[in-house]
Nanobody, 116 residues
Framework: QAQVVESGGGSVQAGGSLRLSCAASAYIRCNYQMSKWYRQAPGKEREFVSAIDSVGISTYTDSVKGRFTISQDNAKSTVYLQMNSLKPEDTAMYYC?????????WGQGTQVTVSS
């Protein structure tokens, strides 16, 4: 039974946009939780992209600031990552990580490919 599921990946040209979604099963939610996006390019380590907590405080890695926006819809238990002005170096598998009630949940990932 999937607990965290990503969607929204795809192939775009440089300068394009995508919106990733991360849907969490309601039963794993907690009063305070943090949702994070990571990405991993071929041959590279997984890196942090962005995070948002239950009260809406968000953080970003420097390379995506001003281009990516993280948001959440608590009613839908879904976190979004709006990615604009995409660059070829944004190509990677994007993973959602939910920290809730002391546990960590990972999704299977969604592929983002940006061509020049």
């Amino acid at each position: 039974q999937a607990q965290v599921v990503e969607s929204g990946g795809g192939s775009v040209q440089a300068g394009g946009s995508l919106r990733l979604s991360c849907a969490a099963s309601a039963y794993i939610r907690c009063n305070y939780q943090m949702s994070k996006w990571y990405r991993q390019a071929p041959g590279k380590e997984r890196e942090f992209v962005s995070a948002i907590d239950s009260v809406g405080i968000s953080t970003y890695t420097d390379s995506v600031k001003g281009r990516f926006t993280i948001s959440q819809d608590n009613a839908k238990s879904t976190v979004y990552l709006q990615m604009n002005s995409l660059k070829p170096e944004d190509t990677a598998m994007y993973y959602c990580n939910l920290l809730s009630c002391g546990r960590s949940y990972w999704g299977q990932g969604t592929q983002v490919t940006v061509s020049s």
